[in-house]
């Protein structure tokens, strides 16, 4: 049985950083993605940030415009977890993030990802 859990995230001022974390149990993929979503109040589920691998190698991370040059997104496949390094926090960035898998190598749809958390929240105060 797979499971995710996200850590790391809170109540943080404008411009400050949070360290998101993600472990995996129970994941054996050969090949796949893990990747980072986020859902505001009255939003729909967006993506953030996924890092995707095959049997051979890790792929370049890809991140959502909204979050390119401040955010980032780290692997350590020994331990089976994903990191979201998150910087310059603004007020909209305010979410519960979720931590998500799957097998399809590099998506940014939530369809794609068969594996999720339960979520952290991060609130950015103005």
């Not at 949070?18 to 980072?36: D, I, K, N």
């Not at 926090?89 to 799957?102: F, I, Q, S």
């Amino acid at each position: 049985q797979v499971q995710l859990v996200e850590s790391g995230g809170g109540l943080v001022q404008t411009g400050g950083s949070l360290r998101l974390s993600c472990v995996a149990s129970g994941l054996t993929l050969s090949r796949g993605a893990m990747g980072w979503f986020r859902q505001a109040p009255g939003k729909e589920r967006e993506h953030v940030a996924f890092i995707p691998w095959t049997t051979w190698s890790s792929g370049s991370p890809y991140y959502a415009d909204y979050v390119k040059g401040r955010f980032t997104i780290s692997r350590d496949k020994a331990k089976n977890m994903v990191y979201l390094q998150m910087n310059s926090l603004k007020p909209e960035d305010t979410a519960v993030y979720y931590c998500a898998a799957g097998s399809t190598v590099g998506s940014r749809w939530s369809k794609d990802y068969e594996y999720w958390g339960q979520g952290t929240q991060v609130t950015v105060s103005s």
